[in-house]
Every structure is written in structure tokens, then in C-alpha cells.
């Protein structure tokens, strides 16, 4: 299997939350960002959390890490039509190692 | 600091032709990492230096991509005799020296016709 998975799509209603979930397999995964892609913009750094943690809140974003599942999830407060973009997960086994990215999801805001 | 620079934005070439491109990292990040991006797919890892010397290459790079960073600055990706399935878009990131985050560029996006 890939080494980062994660759904493809993700449609949700302006004003209502949206949860991006990610699972990986490699368990020496010290690091595991979100990073943004807008159309036509590069990729965009919204947040990371170290292993040792198990929640991190940011303004609208809030990233839970399950370390024993392997999961992690980036939740959007409030979902904005600006907030439409492709959002990776993404690992990294050190501070500033080479990063591994899923395939992304696209995250469509219905009116 | 005006950010990741790639030159060009876009290149178009012949099956066959060799092409290069160029990043200029954020001033004074040591490290410097190549990534190649498919539609619908997330960038995959290609290569990194840490100011001039090569640290890792993914099994990725075939024979015919080289990647240099002679001075530890400014970074080339040179792929020859091009195919087809070299289409892509090519992305150049930077970071300082224990950094957490690396600094992605617009990318070149290349088309192999």
C-alpha cells in the first residue's frame, strides 16, 4: 500500500467543519505536516505536529495524531470558500528531512 | 526575500531533447530538495543537498536526471533525452538548518511532446 493514504474528495457546506483524515505506515514518522495547493500557487505550509503530541490547535485548524493508529486528521472550523484547495499529508522522520506526501484532497465547498 | 524562484514557469520540449531547470533557494537555507508532482498525484521526493553535496536521491532519478548545486546556492535539474512520462510538474523547496517547515517554489511545469 501507499505509504501516506487519504481520501481524494471531500465536499462540505460553507459554515461547517471539514475533517481530512491520513493514515501512514512508517512508524519512525517524527514529523507529520498539512500542507495547501491552491490552483496555480505553490504548496503551502498550514501546520504540523510533532509525534509526541496528540492534538494541536491553530486558529480554525485543529490536527488530532493517533501514533498508536497511525492516524491523523486536520479538522477546518468554519469552512470558508477560501478554504478550497487539494490539502496534503505529508511525514517527515526528522526536522528537516526529506518529506513524503500522500496524494491529496481536494476539498470542494457546496454554497 | 521574494521566496522559492524556478526558471522556467513552463517548458515545452521534443521527445528526445534534453532540458534543465533552475531553482534559487531563499537566501542562506542550507538545504535545497527537488520534488516532481503529477496530476493527481501528491510530489513525490526526487533529491536534496545540503548546501553543495548530495545527500540522498530517490530510486526516482533514473540515469538521465542529474541534479547539481555547485555552490551551495542556486540549484539545477537537467533530465536528458526526454520522454514523454517525464511530464510533470518539477517543485524546488528550501529550509534553513533545523527547520521545521521547507519552502516550496511555483515549480516548472514541463511537457514532453
Known amino acids: 500500500g501507499e505509504d501516506v493514504e487519504q481520501s481524494l474528495f471531500l465536499s462540505v457546506r460553507e459554515g461547517d467543519s471539514s475533517v481530512i483524515n491520513c493514515t501512514y505506515t512508517d512508524s519512525s514518522s517524527t514529523y507529520l505536516y498539512w500542507y495547501k495547493q491552491e490552483p496555480g500557487a505553490g504548496l503551502q505550509l498550514l501546520t504540523y505536529i510533532f509525534s509526541n503530541m496528540d492534538m494541536k490547535q491553530d486558529q480554525r485548524l485543529t490536527v488530532l495524531l493517533n501514533k498508536k493508529d497511525k492516524h491523523l486528521s486536520l479538522r477546518i472550523a468554519d469552512t470558508q470558500t477560501g478554504d478550497s484547495a487539494i490539502y496534503f499529508c505529508?511525514?517527515?522522520?526528522?526536522?528537516?528531512?526529506?518529506?513524503?506526501f500522500g496524494k491529496g484532497t481536494r476539498l470542494h465547498i457546496l454554497p | 526575500d521574494t521566496g522559492v524562484s524556478q526558471n522556467p514557469r513552463h517548458k515545452i520540449t521534443k521527445r528526445g531533447q534534453n532540458v534543465t531547470f533552475r531553482c534559487d533557494p531563499i537566501?542562506?537555507?542550507?538545504?535545497l530538495y527537488w520534488y516532481r508532482q503529477t496530476l493527481g498525484q501528491g510530489p513525490e521526493f526526487l533529491t536534496y543537498f545540503q548546501n553543495e553535496a548530495q545527500l540522498e536521491k530517490s530510486r526516482l532519478l533514473s540515469d538521465r536526471f542529474s541534479a547539481e548545486r555547485p555552490k551551495g546556492s542556486f540549484s539545477t535539474l537537467e533530465i536528458q533525452r526526454t520522454e514523454q512520462g517525464d511530464s510533470a510538474m518539477y517543485l524546488c523547496?528550501?529550509?534553513?538548518?533545523?527547520?521545521?517547515?521547507?519552502?516550496f517554489g511555483q515549480g516548472t511545469r514541463l511537457t514532453v511532446v
Open positions: 523547496a528550501s529550509s534553513p538548518r533545523g527547520a521545521t517547515e521547507a519552502f
Open positions: 505529508a511525514r517527515g522522520a526528522n526536522r528537516d528531512d526529506k518529506i513524503i
Open positions: 537566501s542562506e537555507h542550507n538545504r
